[in-house]
């Protein structure tokens, strides 16, 4: 299976900073990434779909980039709504639709 | 209302059985890939398994295999997972999820969850 190594595993920001996600997958996937957001005591939520392509409704300080290997979540300015756990998921190497390990996103 | 609601969890005891079902509503099911994530305790998302609107395609994760089987009705717009020889390692909350608006594995509808405990 490919493996999706998430960095940091958790962060601490201040509102307003720019906060960046990192995604490393274990073999080549393509864009073939995408990215949710969990609030605690919820299902997750679709934010990045195919490594840079915005869900609907989705606030547009949230962005994704890269291909391959290595992708990129950016919050471009940290709201205290945004705090959640984030998480990457491959769906290039079938059958197994892996996600990443999560990172925890708080606030300073 | 677009939604998928989950039901079935519970106590179960190591190497028991249980049925978890997803219902599905206000659209059409039988066209959708459907998939299962289970998410532990305090742990990450793990998919479980998915199976193509026809049923001719069913994966599912190894760590599972061999003891899961996901099923479909889509007269009955319903998806199951049938879990045998349940272990620890099974408790989590287990979602219901589907790629609704763009991409089958881009998951943008999920159930509210239901959960699991494997414990004797």
């Known amino acids: 299976d490919t493996q999706m190594t998430q960095s940091p595993s958790s962060l601490s920001a201040s509102v307003g900073d720019r906060v960046t996600i990192t995604c490393q997958a274990s073999q080549d996937v393509s864009i073939f990434l995408n990215w949710y957001q969990q609030k605690p005591g919820r299902a997750p939520k679709l934010l990045i779909y195919d490594a840079s392509n915005l869900e609907t409704g989705v606030p547009s300080r949230f962005s994704g980039s890269g291909s391959g290997t290595d992708f990129t979540l950016t919050i471009s300015s940290l709201q205290p709504a945004d705090i959640a756990t984030y998480y990457c998921?491959?769906?290039?190497?079938?059958?197994?639709?892996?996600f990443g390990g999560g990172t925890k996103v708080e606030i300073k | 209302e677009v939604q998928l609601v989950e039901s079935g969890g519970g106590l179960v005891k190591p190497g028991g059985s249980l049925r978890l079902s997803c219902a599905a509503s206000g659209f059409t099911f039988s066209t959708y890939t459907m998939n299962w994530v289970r998410q532990a305790p305090g742990k990450g998302l793990e998919w479980v398994s998915s199976m193509n609107s026809g049923g001719s395609y069913i994966y599912y994760a190894e760590s599972v295999k061999g003891r899961f089987t996901i099923s479909r009705d889509n007269a009955k717009n319903s998806l199951y997972l049938q879990m045998e020889s349940v272990r620890g390692e099974d408790t989590a909350v287990y979602y219901c999820?589907?790629?609704?608006?763009?991409?089958?594995?881009?998951?943008?509808?999920w159930g509210q969850g239901t959960m699991v405990t494997v414990a004797s």
């Open positions: 998921q491959q769906y290039h190497h079938l059958p197994a639709l892996t």
């Open positions: 999820a589907t790629g609704y608006s763009n991409i089958w594995a881009a998951f943008d509808l």
